[in-house]
């Protein structure tokens, strides 16, 4: 089993959507979790980043994360065509921040 | 603003060649991270450094080595070059534990090895 699965998609959508992101990961000690968006031919960008369980919200952009069902999700309200790219889930295996375990990436393409 | 460079945005080596790629970073980080990122697959970390002069293996360091002599610069190296490390490599920095761990990424170097 892996440590983190996402659906890797394409998942398309029409503009003004809710988008549902997610990831499932097996390794109970991650400790941080964070949404790096990457645009094609570009190196992924920190979007989101959380700790605890719960909900963070920034903008049109919500963070979830359950460590109970080891599930963590982001929603993007209001989508626009410029959120077309590819979302990757990240989480921490340590307490210093460096040794991170990346899902696959989902893309997303936002249709105007 | 941070940036991280890479010294090739694509490369084409022979099998068997060694193969250097340059990251530098400006913005006085302490750690910095070599990935391949590969379709189905997603990142998956080479080797990481948090010091001048210190590593520690990721996940799959298998046919690479990596060598960090100044704070701004880490170069991952194949030391023989193999079609199956044809891939996506991404370098990254971040400030050290304690201050945030976002990753600062280059844009890439697209690796063919024939």
């Known amino acids: 089993q892996k440590e983190v699965e996402q659906d890797p998609g394409p998942l398309s959508v029409p503009e003004g959507a809710i988008v549902s992101l997610n990831c499932t990961y097996s390794?109970?000690?991650?400790?941080?979790f964070m949404w790096y968006r990457q645009y094609s031919r570009k190196g992924p960008e920190l979007l989101m980043y959380?700790?605890?369980?719960g909900n963070k919200e920034d903008g049109r952009f919500t963070a979830q994360v359950d460590k109970s069902s080891k599930y963590i999700s982001l929603f993007i309200r209001d989508s626009q065509p410029s959120d077309s790219a590819t979302y990757l889930c990240a989480m921490s295996r340590d307490n210093y921040g460096q040794n991170f375990v990346f899902g696959p990436g989902t893309r997303l393409s936002v249709l105007p | 603003d941070v940036k991280v460079t890479q010294s090739s945005r694509y490369l084409v080596k022979r099998t068997g060649e060694k193969v250097f790629l340059e990251c530098v970073q400006d913005?006085?980080?302490?750690?910095m991270f070599w990935y391949r990122q590969d379709p189905g697959l997603g990142l998956r970390l080479i080797y990481f450094?948090?010091?001048?002069?210190m590593k520690e293996k990721g996940d799959i360091p298998e046919g690479y080595s990596v060598s960090r002599e100044k704070k701004e610069r880490f170069s991952l190296i194949l030391e023989s070059a193999s079609t199956n490390q044809t891939s996506m490599y991404l370098c990254a920095s971040s400030l050290e534990w304690g201050q945030g761990y976002e990753q600062y990424f280059g844009p890439g170097t697209r690796l063919t090895v024939t």
């Open positions: 913005m006085d980080h302490e750690n």
């Open positions: 450094s948090y010091d001048v002069k």
């Open positions: 390794n109970s000690a991650f400790q941080y």
């Open positions: 959380t700790y605890s369980s």
